[in-house]
């Protein structure tokens, strides 16, 4: 039986799609991966109009509600990647198969002469990986790389300090080279490490060392593969820290936006100057994760009640708050969500009528309403979420969402994800060298 919310939703999401469709002449799609005169790299977002791995025959209220689903996988992965070490934890099982790369593309080149990828960012792993020719179980949609015609790829050996790096590597007596397993999502492969010059905007890469995708089980990798901007060994910022000196910033343009200057920035140069910045916090349980202190959520004028554990950050355990490119909407420990939630609607005036829900999201009106500023509490840092970073709305406006959620009710989901759509508009600097990260406003979305 289709519920009336699910229809509601796709009626709601069929009209951002014509909508869309209206207002998004290829042309613009047609615009440089980066732009001449500077060194950033353009951002797509995955199944937005530009994209070339936006599913064509999905319709967008479908590929909406599988960003949301996707959502609750990647967490249940994010938390089962923090219990894998905890004897005493209930393993998560995702138990649903879709589309589940990261939200986020940029286009690269591989290899000599290079062969275009469209690779999926994801902030909280390490490993680059892409889909090679005679991958058994590789999407089929997707051109994989071909090292023979690349005349710089080379396999790593076994007694290579790369392969002592790879999580899970094997090397199977008179094995030549280096091998090793990984799990992504719901998917697990086996992929060759390797080498070749990766391109990114306009710098060339050499020797960049990446899995050779072999085998692969489930179908929740991006297609095209994945560049891990994580913080652990063979993650770029590792791999490049001469050159970007473990720095980088983004700006994430909305999923409904064609016109949009959303784009990566590689090392230290063009960073904004002026920036509010959070410590870093690094924890021993999850090295790849960007964590944060946050210590407050404030609504409107009032600071909320939150329990101080639902916030506070445990190196060991891997419990706090990070910052995630890859999940789209923020999710907030249970107690922490209740607050902001019930907070909110006090304060959202009763002309916005009734409460009511929308697939996932719990708090919905369909009168206007201008809504309170959430503003989130950081060391040394305060994030004033403007309306777009707060509301899901339908273009129209007749409906609008409270566009955060509690984390899954799982034993194991102690983190807050400060997620994309919370991010939209700001650059986020990633500044490892010096154990920060700064938010700074930028219009990188036109949401017409
Ligand atoms: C790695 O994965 C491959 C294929 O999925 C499997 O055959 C192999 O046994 C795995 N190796 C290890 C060390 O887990
Ligand atoms: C986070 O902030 C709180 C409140 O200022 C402070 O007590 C705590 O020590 C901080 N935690 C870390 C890891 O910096
Ligand atoms: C799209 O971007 C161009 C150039 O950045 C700008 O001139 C134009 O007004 C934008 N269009 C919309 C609909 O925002």
Redesign the pocket.
């Known amino acids: 039986m289709v519920s009336f919310a699910s229809l509601l939703l796709y009626t709601l999401l069929s009209h951002f799609a014509l909508t869309m469709a209206a207002k998004a002449p290829a042309a613009r799609c047609a615009t440089p991966p980066f732009d001449e005169n500077s060194a950033d790299i353009r951002i797509l977002h995955a199944v937005g109009p530009c994209s070339p791995l936006r599913p064509p025959s999905t319709s967008w209220g479908d590929t909406m509600s599988d960003l949301m689903t996707r959502d609750e996988s990647r967490l249940a992965s994010l938390a089962a990647s923090l219990a894998k070490s905890h004897r005493s934890s209930v393993p998560i099982a995702s138990g649903r198969q879709m589309l589940q790369i990261p939200n986020y593309v940029v286009r690269a080149s591989l290899g000599s002469p290079g062969q275009p990828m469209v690779v999926a960012l994801d902030t909280s792993n390490d490993a680059a990986w892409f889909p090679c020719t005679a991958c058994v179980g590789c999407p089929s949609a997707a051109v994989p790389f071909d090292s023979s015609r690349s005349s710089t790829f080379r396999p790593l050996p076994c007694g290579s300090p790369q392969c002592a790096q790879v999580p899970n590597p094997s090397c199977s007596p008179g094995a030549a080279s280096c091998s090793f397993n990984l799990s992504y999502g719901g998917s697990s492969f086996q992929a060759g490490l390797a080498q070749d010059s990766l391109a990114l905007g306009s710098d060339v890469l050499s020797s960049y060392t990446f899995g050779c995708l072999q085998k692969m089980t489930g179908s929740s990798i991006p297609p095209q593969g994945l560049l891990g901007l994580g913080r652990g060994p063979l993650s770029f910022l590792s791999q490049t820290k001469d050159r970007y000196a473990s720095t980088f910033s983004y700006c994430l343009p909305s999923f409904r936006s064609s016109n949009f200057s959303g784009s990566l920035r590689l090392g230290p140069v063009g960073q904004p100057k002026r920036i509010k910045t959070t410590?870093l916090?690094t924890s021993t349980r999850r090295s790849s994760f960007y964590y944060v202190?946050m210590?407050g959520i404030r609504v409107g004028r009032r600071v909320l009640d939150i329990p101080p554990s639902a916030?506070?950050?445990d190196?060991a355990t891997g419990a706090?708050t990070i910052v995630d490119a890859g999940t789209m909407f923020t999710r907030l420990v249970a107690p922490a969500y209740a607050a902001l939630r019930d907070e909110f609607r006090r304060q959202v005036k009763a002309a916005a009528g009734p409460v009511t829900s929308l697939g996932g999201f719990d708090t919905c009106y369909s009168g206007s309403f201008v809504p309170p500023a959430v503003t989130l509490v950081f060391?040394g840092m305060n994030l004033k979420l403007p309306p777009d970073n707060l509301l899901i709305r339908s273009t129209a406006g007749s409906m609008a969402c409270l566009a955060m959620a509690a984390a899954p009710d799982n034993v194991n989901s102690v983190v807050n994800v400060i997620a994309n759509v919370q991010q939209q508009n700001y650059r986020v600097l990633f500044d490892v060298a010096n154990a920060r990260i700064g938010f700074s406003h930028e219009t990188c979305t036109a949401t017409a």
């Open positions: 410590p916090l202190n210590t916030l506070a950050f190196p706090g060391t």
